[in-house]
């Protein structure tokens, strides 16, 4: 869309209203459509005046930037009173200049703590061909493929989830989320020269014992096609006010048919925040873990869980699957682990459609599940 056209379709949001609150956008939308100087500086402004970024009567606020990609119109429901954000980006923003922001970010502060409607967009994504192959040979996949690896997409999502973490109205600190919980579903296989459409948004929060768990879910389209989603699940840690229960007792382990053993070395972090774009300092050294109260550097969940795909996936011989992952305990690098499935699961005729494997990330000593999940055809 030409800045021309969207600037006629302002004006044209503010003539449909015909509310009084609009009439001051509505004069300055007709006379941008005829002076381009007023037009830019009109826009310079929303970017650095506080007053105009947060006009409360207005329905609808001339382009706020909050992002140098950002290209999208802020609107505000007045008939029911609350404002839905939608963020569409022209380019990927950098996970390095969101880090160094999100080690700023102290939240919202809110008492009451409710989600903001909140949606990244992204679209046009196209993979690029060196980053996908050092993407998996850092995580197991096989290079010599046109398709992506299953859990890539979440990588090109993942700045969209730091910039809705990262807005103003979310009420959280960025630093010290937990990642708990992700679900993967795939429902075909996609090429690397697709482009891809990418949409994130807040699903919802759950209040636990431990904390806020929320939602951000993910949805990758092509051409109007569904071919990806996912659910994160993070948790703010926060005190509970009720009484603590009985410690939960842990159940026996279960028993496995089969198991491979990984060594992780100390660079592991390293490696996977350069072909990830993940570079939360508590995976890449020691000291920089410690920081944030780990003993030393642990490896990425996702991580985790993208070699856990490069080794299960194969045995289900299905593109159209589902991983879901719950993250129990860290992996403190450098060390050993060893994944835990059954085999003959993928091999059960009574239902084909329904076959997945159940698997556990252990220590070396087994007596510890750094992650467990389930890997299944759909």
Known sequence: MSQLDHDARVTQFCHSTGHKSLKFLMSVGEFCQINRPLQVLLTKLTQHTKWLRQWPSASCLYTP???????????????????????????????????????????????????????????????RPERVAAYASVCGFRTQTSLLPLTYPHVLAFPLHMEL??????????????????????????????????????????????????????????????????????????????????????????????????????????RYARVSGDSNPIHLYALSAKLFGFKSHIAHGMWSKARTAAALQPLLHSDACRLTTEFKLPVFLPSAVELHYNLHETLSSDQPNNAGIDFELRSVRGEKVHMKGRIEKI
């Open 65 to 127: 930037l909050s992002h140098p990609c950002l290209i999208r119109i802020l609107i505000k429901d007045t008939v029911a009173m609350t404002q839905a954000i939608r963020m569409q980006f022209s380019a990927t923003p950098g996970t390095l200049s969101q880090y160094a922001r999100a080690l700023l970010a102290r939240g919202a502060g809110q008492r009451d703590i409710q989600m903001p409607d909140i949606e990244a967009l992204l679209v046009g994504v196209k993979a």
């Open 165 to 270: 973490m990262l807005h103003k109205q979310f009420p959280l600190a960025l630093m010290g989320l937990v990642h708990i919980r992700n679900e993967i579903t795939q429902y075909r296989a996609i090429r690397q020269e697709e482009k891809l459409d990418i949409r994130c948004h807040f699903s919802g929060s759950t209040k636990t014992d431990k904390g806020l768990e929320f939602d951000i879910y993910t949805e990758i389209t092509i051409g109007g096609e569904k071919v990806w989603e996912s659910v994160s699940t993070n948790l703010a840690r926060m005190r509970s006010t009720e009484a603590k229960g009985a410690k939960k007792e842990r159940p026996p382990l279960a028993s496995f048919a089969t198991i491979e053993r990984w060594t992780l070395h100390s660079n592991l972090g390293r």
